[in-house]
Structure formats: structure tokens, C-alpha cells
């Protein structure tokens, strides 16, 4: 009697929870329709158990270290481009480099982003990520050019510096640090800055907490009643919205506004209307909290595991380092991007690290592929950029982080794709890149450490596990220049 109790509760718990994953990743606005699909030019593959697809092997694989295990199975079975039924909806996933980069390379008029619905909500319908045509080309336009202009670039390097070296100042030798969370913080001010000019103080940490809860419900279940997660997230973004149009106000009423200095007033100058310039404000804080801290955290964590490429780029930092302190002259952002061996670091951490794992498009019409395939209109399409990061037939030994790999190899083909590509290639490239430089070489000409335990996490977002401990050791300004380590040669990488 009691086993059979338990097989009914067990069914019972099944199925809630497949209606659940049904109504989370099958939202109204994002679901790709599955129109009807001539079978013989669709890819091969599999459309998995009703309702939920092939949702729960894609998601307890994207749990593991090694979450690319369900496309490289479907790979060798079907081709590296195959039909699935993944996030409620019937899909065409591409981990095919030229498939991919065609797909990127679409206009509005043949595919369109396509996100879970918790996201579409708390985005908000003017966001970047979720308009089309020609608004999305005039926003991406004026954030583009303003982010990779020198005089930004000038000051991001003025900020960053600032605030890393406040947060090194109180770096304790006997006390543990996390990098992630030390990251996170300078990497928020420095965008927030940039964007509406708002300075550390009171304000910066009110809409840093609320981010925080914001940011938490972006893959949240889509059921927005008090208490739930995407309740409190939307309520979080209310609390932002009102603070940013207090600040976009005060920058109307501000007479001596007349070169944009952020890009609030950038935009202001381009007369886009006011919610578009709020809820843009608050998407584009994501890279500050997320994708930029991540990308350092996870260079710092490779670099610990390969004393080889450490050696080399302190090697390469200390003497920029050295020549400055002789000349006296300030570090400038040409400084940092110029260290040859530092950017192919960063480089490899963004191959290797997989920040974005992929994105996803949605077909307007039935769009032809390579191999005579068609995506058919309504389908969604992902667009998986791990699988090309770590395809042996693109990189030797795929999973090793190499750096001097990129020695005699350009970052411009489409087998390279961690910013994206086509008309929503990421407009802040430069200045991630910037950013991670700046950290990496002030960390390693100041501090030895070593790394505790740690593990990296990819689902639902990338980031470390304990958020990166190290413990550091402070180099004396009068001590030369030496590692420990002589380990010169590239395979003393930990796997
Ligand atoms: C390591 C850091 C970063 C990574 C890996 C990254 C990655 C990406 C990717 C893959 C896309 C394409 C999305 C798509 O095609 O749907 C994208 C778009 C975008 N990124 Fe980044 N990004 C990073 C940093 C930044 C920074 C620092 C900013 C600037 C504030 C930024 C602003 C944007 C914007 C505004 C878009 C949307 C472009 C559009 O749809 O027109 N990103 N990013």
C-alpha cells in the first residue's frame, strides 16, 4: 500500500513538474511555433517526450563540467546540425561555425531573438536585446560608437584603475579574497559610470542591491505573483527605473550638458525617448555584474592552474610596469591593449570560458541552410557557440587552455564567436577586453597568490562555484622581479 502511495506521489511530482518546464520555457511571446515543416528538409534528430522535448537531458548536462555532452551526442548521430525540442519549443540547434555565423548574419526580416519569457518581462519591450529593424540598428549604433570612442576608453582606464586600486589597497594578506565578488563590484561601478555618471555613494549601492535581485530572476519561472522571484525582480527594476529618470531629469534640466559624457545623455542628445533610455540603462548594467567580472575571474582562475602563461604575462606586465615607474608617465587604455601576451590570455579565457554559451533567434520565414536544410518559419534557433569554442577538428586539445595558440591564429574567423556576430556583434568587445587588462595587470604586478579549491559552474549562468578564493602575498615595490616558478614550457597546464 505505501509503495503504490509513493509511485503516485512520484507521478504526480513528474508531471507537475514537466507542466512547470512546460510553462516556463513555453511563453507566449518568446514560443517558436513549429510551423509546419516539410520532414525531408528538415535536419535529422529528435523531438524527445511530449511537452518538455529533449528540455531535461539538455538541462541536466548543462548542470556538469561538461555541458557541450549533449550536442557533441547529437553531433555524431545526426550532424552538427540537428532538430531538437528544447525550452518548450520545437529546435533547430546550429553548432556548425558557417551555419551559425549565416544565422547571426540575418536581418529582422529572417530572424529575430527569441528569450525566455521571465526575461522578454523583465527586460521590458524597448530593450536592445529584444527590439528589431531599424530602432535596434540606431540604439546599436550611437552605444556602439560612443563605447569604442577614446575619450570613453580614457575614462573607463581612469575609473577601472581607481577603483582597483582601492580595492587592492585593502586586500589583507590573512584573509581570503574572491576575486568574482571583488570584480563584480569594480566592474559595476565602472559601467554604472559610464552610463549615467553616477559615482560610489549611497545611490550606487541602492541600485547595486536592487540589480542584484533584478538580475536574480532573469531565468525565473514567468509567474509574477507576490513573493515570487520575478515579483520581487520587477519590483527591484521599478526601484532602478524611478532612480535612473530622477538622474535622466536632473541631466535634461542641466545646461552645461552639451558634449555627452555618459551614455544617458548620449542618447538624450539623440532625443530617444525616455523609458527607452531607462530600460536600456539597467540592461546594459548586465555586463557589469555578469559577463565582464566572469571573464576576469575566469582568466585569474586559468592563469592559477598554468604557471607557464603566469610567468610569461607578469613577465610581460611588470616590464610595462617597470618602463612607466622609470619614465613617470601614467598608464594609458593603448598600454593595456597592446600587451601581446595578455590579450591572447584573455583570448583563450573567452574560448575556453564559454561566458555566453550561445544565442537564441527565432525564424520569420523558412530560411534555407547549408546542406540544402530549412529552418522553417515560427522555429526557434540556437545558435550553440560552445561546441565550435571546443570542436577538436577548430582547436587542438580543445579543453586546454593554450594561449600561445592565438600566437599565429586571428580572433576574426567564425569558429571564434564569444561576442556574437552580425548586426548584434557586442558593441562593449573593446571594452571588456579593456577592463579584464586593466585587473590582470595590477594584480599580477602587485600580488603573488594562490588559489583555493574551486570549480566553474555553467548553468544557468557561468561563474565560479565559491566565487574564486585566493590568498594574496604583497610584492614590495624594491623586490626584483621573479617567479618561484621556472616552469617555461606550455603542457605544465592543469586539464
Ligand atoms: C566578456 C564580456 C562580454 C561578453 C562575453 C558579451 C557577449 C555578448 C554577445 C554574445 C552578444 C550578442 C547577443 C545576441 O546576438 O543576441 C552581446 C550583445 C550585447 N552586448 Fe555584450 N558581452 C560582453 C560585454 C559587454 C559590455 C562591457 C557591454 C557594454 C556595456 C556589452 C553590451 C552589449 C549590448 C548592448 C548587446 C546587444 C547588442 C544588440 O542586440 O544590438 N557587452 N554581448
Known amino acids: 500500500m505505501e509503495g503504490s502511495w509513493t509511485m503516485v506521489a512520484t507521478a504526480i511530482l513528474f508531471l507537475s513538474f514537466l507542466l512547470v518546464l512546460f510553462r516556463f520555457f513555453g511563453s507566449s511571446r518568446r514560443k517558436c511555433s513549429g510551423g509546419r515543416a516539410n520532414e525531408t528538409s528538415l535536419p535529422l534528430g529528435a523531438q524527445g517526450w511530449p511537452l518538455v522535448g529533449e528540455t531535461l537531458e539538455f538541462i541536466s548536462c548543462a548542470y556538469t563540467d561538461q555541458p557541450e555532452t549533449f550536442m557533441d551526442k547529437r553531433r555524431r548521430m545526426y550532424g552538427k546540425v540537428f532538430k531538437s525540442h528544447i525550452f518548450g519549443s520545437p529546435t533547430i540547434v546550429s553548432t556548425d561555425e558557417e551555419v551559425s555565423r549565416s544565422i547571426l548574419q540575418g536581418d529582422s526580416n529572417t530572424f529575430v531573438p527569441s528569450y525566455p519569457k521571465?526575461?522578454?518581462?523583465?527586460?521590458?519591450e524597448s530593450s536592445i536585446l529584444l527590439i528589431n529593424g531599424?530602432?535596434?540598428?540606431?540604439?546599436?549604433?550611437?552605444i556602439g560608437s560612443?563605447?569604442?570612442?577614446?575619450?570613453l576608453k580614457a575614462q573607463i582606464?581612469?575609473?577601472?584603475?581607481?577603483?582597483?586600486?582601492?580595492s587592492m589597497e585593502s586586500w589583507d594578506e590573512d584573509r581570503l579574497i574572491y576575486i568574482q565578488d571583488e570584480t563584480k563590484k569594480i566592474a559595476f561601478q565602472v559601467l554604472v559610470k559610464a552610463l549615467i555618471s553616477l559615482d560610489p555613494g549611497e545611490e550606487m549601492e541602492f541600485l547595486r542591491k536592487q540589480f542584484q535581485e533584478f538580475i536574480a530572476g532573469l531565468m525565473s519561472l514567468p509567474i509574477n505573483l507576490p513573493g515570487t522571484r520575478l515579483y520581487k525582480s520587477l519590483q527591484a527594476k521599478k526601484k532602478m527605473v524611478k532612480l535612473v529618470q530622477k538622474i535622466i531629469e536632473a541631466k535634461k534640466k542641466d545646461e552645461s550638458c552639451k558634449v555627452?559624457?555618459?551614455?544617458?545623455?548620449?542618447?538624450?542628445?539623440?532625443?530617444?525617448?525616455?523609458?527607452?533610455?531607462?530600460?536600456?540603462?539597467?540592461?546594459?548594467?548586465?555586463?557589469?555584474?555578469?559577463s565582464v567580472p566572469v571573464l576576469i575571474t575566469l582568466a585569474i582562475k586559468y592563469l592559477s592552474d598554468c604557471p607557464a602563461a603566469l610567468q610569461q604575462l607578469s613577465e610581460e606586465n611588470m616590464k610595462l610596469k617597470n618602463r612607466k615607474d622609470q619614465t613617470g608617465e601614467e598608464l594609458i587604455w593603448s598600454d593595456y591593449l597592446s600587451l601581446p601576451f595578455t590579450q591572447t590570455v584573455i583570448t583563450e579565457t573567452l574560448r575556453l570560458g564559454n561566458i555566453i554559451n550561445g544565442v537564441m533567434r527565432k525564424a520569420m520565414k523558412d530560411v534555407q541552410i547549408k546542406g540544402g536544410y530549412v529552418i522553417p518559419k515560427g522555429w526557434c534557433v540556437f545558435t550553440y557557440f560552445r561546441s565550435v569554442h571546443l570542436d577538436e577538428n577548430l582547436y587542438d586539445s580543445p579543453h586546454k587552455f593554450n594561449p600561445?595558440?592565438?600566437?599565429?591564429?586571428?580572433?576574426?574567423?567564425?569558429?571564434?564567436?564569444p561576442f556574437g556576430g552580425g548586426q548584434r556583434l557586442c558593441p562593449g568587445l573593446d571594452l571588456a577586453r579593456l577592463e579584464a587588462s586593466i585587473f590582470i595587470h595590477h594584480f599580477?604586478?602587485?600580488?603573488?597568490?594562490?588559489?583555493?579549491?574551486?570549480s566553474i559552474?555553467?548553468?544557468p549562468t557561468v561563474r565560479m562555484k565559491n566565487k574564486m578564493p585566493v590568498r594574496v602575498k604583497r610584492r614590495s615595490s624594491q623586490q626584483a622581479f621573479s617567479l618561484e616558478s621556472k616552469l617555461n614550457s606550455e603542457g605544465s597546464c592543469k586539464q
Request: hydrophobic share 40%; aromatic share 10%; glycine share 4%.
Open 118 to 124: 521571465s526575461l522578454t518581462i523583465l527586460m521590458g
Open 134 to 142: 531599424y530602432l535596434q540598428r540606431r540604439i546599436h549604433g550611437l
Open 146 to 151: 560612443f563605447l569604442k570612442s577614446p575619450n
Open 157 to 166: 582606464t581612469r575609473e577601472m584603475q581607481k577603483f582597483v586600486q582601492e
Open 260 to 290: 555627452p559624457k555618459d551614455v544617458a545623455e548620449l542618447l538624450l542628445s539623440e532625443n530617444v525617448a525616455d523609458e527607452i533610455i531607462s530600460d536600456n540603462m539597467i540592461d546594459l548594467m548586465i555586463p557589469g555584474e555578469d
Open 404 to 417: 600561445w595558440r592565438w600566437q599565429d591564429r586571428d580572433t576574426s574567423g567564425c569558429s571564434f564567436t
Open 444 to 454: 599580477v604586478t602587485q600580488f603573488k597568490w594562490t588559489a583555493e579549491d574551486d
Open 457 to 459: 559552474v555553467n548553468f
